[in-house]
């Protein structure tokens, strides 16, 4: 997780800061006062006319309160112009956080061309005046380069300067900085005590990242009842990622029961507070039918939404989509152009899709020398299935010699990943003797793998060896088991088996109507060897 250095936003908050500080002039003092007991009760129009008394009564800080009372549209009609009018003043009347003021009007560009430069030097004349936002927004400047060359180093001085003030802004960047390692050692501990100062400095962000401590076992023992209480205490005080996060936790069911009605409302509430990955997360809801009816149509929304706003993972669900033609018309070359744009913005699935789609020719030229490069690129990236790629090249002898060890050593790599496929493939290797002596019991160890890792044909060929005794003695009841995990994953040949277990009584009562049922489902998949052993049934 880094900073957000899209837009620097004029707080409320400022403010505060406004009214607080400095030393309050004997005429002005009461309209001061009246200003700030009105903005604190958000009665904005009456802190905009006592602001306006404080400011005509000479008063710096009512001039600074102006300003941010028509950056924010308070009171009076939003106004950039006029807001950097009365922070100049402001600061020239000796108010250091009108500086800072008048630097994130600069920043973001607000009424005037965005200048980074002229906004990094209203940062620094604050700093100077010794004001915590200055010090903490320069800080900001140099971690993103913004305006000033990236120095993390000069980052990391300025946000400790401001937290020596009680910035519990600063507080988090330093926590954040040290959990990366940017400027810094990389230090989990040191991060996880900074998250709890900012909370002490009144910063309700660093709930959600002590949250995240906790969740990760970072900088401390991992506590998921912690995780939720924190992330709770966030998502209570309006915190996007902390909603986000909950809905992660629901969904996987980590220290709670797995609930995914409700990680489709926190995820929703979290979109609903502009984090935009959680469409990504709706959107494999919907796709996976998890919690709620299955709906690619919905899935593919959630998916564009996302898209919309710039979430790269969102490109490669939507290639997915248009690949398999689910809730759209089957589309190769929009599946490739979407699976591009994630690979452009460096998705290492998005490689392997890619190369694919060159090793197919779906949507493209078939093009075995680009799905080698493709699959390459991915591993490189510490993709599984880059290497399950690899892997199925060098077996198949596709645009490279064909190379068993090869394939072998690829297919490992990706096994030792948690690669599903990968298993799988192995275990077919050892059943067919490619590359090795054939030898059902190392297969049915590899297949078992892949089967706990819900590969539907893993799970069929463990099933399998169970029914014809390959590997393992016969095992009618074990056969059933795996199968029938298969089948609920619409594996076609699992419904073959079953249906001959149930017609032969192998392990189960015979049942010719249920094993007619089990031969329709691999018929209407394209089994032709269960068509035929469905019409022998219907004409006994």
Known sequence: MVFNDRVIKVVGALVLSVALCGAQSHRG????????????????????????????????????MLGTLYADGQGVRQDYQKAATYYQKAGELGFASAYTGLGLIYANGHGVAKDYKKAVAYFQKAADMGDAGGH?????????????????FKALEHFQRATDMGDGRAYLSLGIMYLNGQGVVKDDEKAFEYFQGAVHAGNIEGYYWLGYMYAKGRGVAKDYEKAREYYQEAADTGNGMAYYALGWMYARGDGVEKDYKKALEYYQKATNLGVADAYVDLGTIYANGHGVAKDYKKALEYYQKAADAGVAESYVNLGSLYYEGKGVKKDYKKALEYFQKAADAGIPIAFNNLGDLYEKGQGVK??????FQYYQKAADMGDSYGFLGLGDLYRGGLGVGKDYFKALEYYQKSADMGNDYAYLNLGNMYYKGQGVVKNYEKALEYFKKGADLDNAQACYQVG???????????????????????????YALAYQDLGDMYANGHGVGKDTEMASEYYKKACDMGEEQSCKNAKKLSAR
């Open 464 to 490: 399998h060896m169970y029914v014809v005794g390959e590997g393992v003695e016969k095992d009618y009841p074990e056969a059933l088991e795996y199968l029938k995990k298969a089948a609920k994953m619409d």
């Open 366 to 371: 078939k093009d075995y020398k680009k799905a």
């Open 136 to 152: 903490y927004f320069l800080g900001h400047m140099y971690f993103s380069g913004q305006g000033v060359s990236k120095d993390y």
């Open 29 to 64: 003092e009461k309209f001061l006062e009246k200003a700030l007991e009105y903005y604190q009760q958000k009665n904005y129009d009456k802190a905009f006319a006592y602001s306006k008394k404080a400011a005509n009564a000479g008063e710096a800080q009512g001039y600074a």
